[in-house]
């Protein structure tokens, strides 16, 4: 019979056990991705209120079968809309939409080309889609070249990348990828996560540079302050999807509440262009304080800022020492990172004020006795 105390064991002297941890109020919360602050924005709330009344709490079908509502319809055209790409499908989460997507557009002729610190999801959905995965060292475009002009196949190519690094903040060549990806004939997918309501006017950082990938994928569960996920891209490849994905097919529809919190946060991010701006200024101030406790927050160029520790025990001792200071800020391990990079994930927001940002980097400094 299968038993779970031996592992757990070994989990627990790696110093890699994970706990779960009820939010609290009065702290300050680092580990939410909530980026501008619109998870509970009234009039998001009231938004979701107006769509249980109307539609009820969940639509329990499959939108295939009768779980299709107008509200998914309208967020679809929106985020098509934002990101640029012709047209968008929801999924149930971020993940599912990776997951589900990417598998069902390749085969085990094609070859995924994939950074190394790309997000579990597309790591997930490349091992499910069954074609061949190279994964090439973190935004290292020489080692990419390497493999795209070695590694032929008789399907399709694909270059997978997050756009903006979910555990380092830092942000992928997509200018290079996309001239590699034209170069080589391949496809590039960029998951646009942690980018989405942040970078390009909400639009994010492929819209950004002005670059059009094969298809952007993304969440509603950030910036956006809602729930659920999407892909966009042409209309071809978003009908494909309908008739393939099969996190999309055999799953039920969004709960209305979640299309109609997005669509409000979308009104906001139209009527407020500058938020994103904003958001990286506050967290370009709290990098600089950082660094001048001594702490490298390296090589974060977002709202995403790292404190890397690098042994497991010593970044769960600093996660500690924060939370007996009122401030929850999660010590990130493997196998989230990379063995030996264990760290401090900071995620700024626009909740955060700069006196709560310098309370922090004080907090960091009485360690290092750095020059704060
Ligand atoms: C880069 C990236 N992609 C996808 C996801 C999954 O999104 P969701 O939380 O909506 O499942 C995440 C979430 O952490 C992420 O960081």
Do not use: W
Not at 65 to 87: D, F, Q, V, Y
Not at 123 to 133: E, F, H, M, Y
């Amino acid at each position: 019979m299968r038993t779970y105390t031996g592992d757990l064991a070994r989990i627990e002297r790696e110093g890699l056990t994970r706990m779960l941890h009820v939010r609290k109020p009065d702290v300050l919360e680092f580990s939410s991705n909530d980026y501008l602050g619109l998870a509970d924005h009234p009039m998001l709330k009231e938004a979701s209120m107006r769509a249980i009344e109307r539609y009820g709490s969940g639509v329990a079908a499959s939108r295939l079968m009768s779980g299709n509502i107008g509200l998914h319809e309208e967020l679809e055209k929106r985020l098509a809309r934002l990101t640029g790409m012709g047209s968008a499908l929801l999924f149930g989460s971020g993940y599912l939409a990776n997951a589900g997507f990417l598998s069902a557009i390749t085969s085990r002729d094609d070859l995924l080309f994939a950074d190394r610190l790309n997000h579990a999801s597309l790591v997930d959905g490349a091992l499910l889609s069954r074609a061949g995965v190279f994964r090439y060292r973190h935004c290292d475009t020489d080692h990419l070249e390497y493999f795209l002009s070695n590694r032929i196949c008789r399907g399709n190519r694909f270059i997978l990348t997050d756009s903006l690094f979910s555990m380092d903040g830092d942000i992928a060549p997509l200018r290079k990828l996309a001239e590699l990806s034209k170069r080589y004939g391949c496809d590039l997918i960029g998951d646009e996560a942690h980018a989405i309501g942040v970078f390009g006017n909400g639009g994010g950082i492929c819209r950004e540079l002005g670059i059009r990938p094969h298809a952007v994928t993304g969440t509603l569960s950030k910036a956006l302050g809602s729930y659920g996920g999407f892909v966009a891209g042409n209309a071809d490849l978003i009908e494909y999807s309908i008739n393939r994905a099969r996190t999309f097919i055999y799953s039920t529809g969004l709960p209305p509440a979640a299309p109609a919190a997005a669509l409000k946060a979308l009104d906001i991010i139209d009527s407020q262009p500058e938020s994103g701006r904003k958001l990286l200024d506050l967290a370009s101030g709290f990098r600089g304080m950082i660094e001048s406790t001594g702490f490298s927050t390296a090589p974060s160029e977002s709202q995403i800022v790292p404190v890397r520790v690098g042994d497991n025990r010593d970044a769960v001792a600093l996660s500690e020492y924060l939370k007996r200071n009122a401030i929850s800020a999660v010590a990130v391990r493997p196998p989230t990172v990379p063995t030996g990079t264990a760290r401090i994930r900071f995620s700024v927001t626009l909740r955060h004020s700069a006196e709560d940002l310098s309370y922090t980097a004080g907090k960091l400094n009485s360690i290092t006795g750095g020059d704060q």
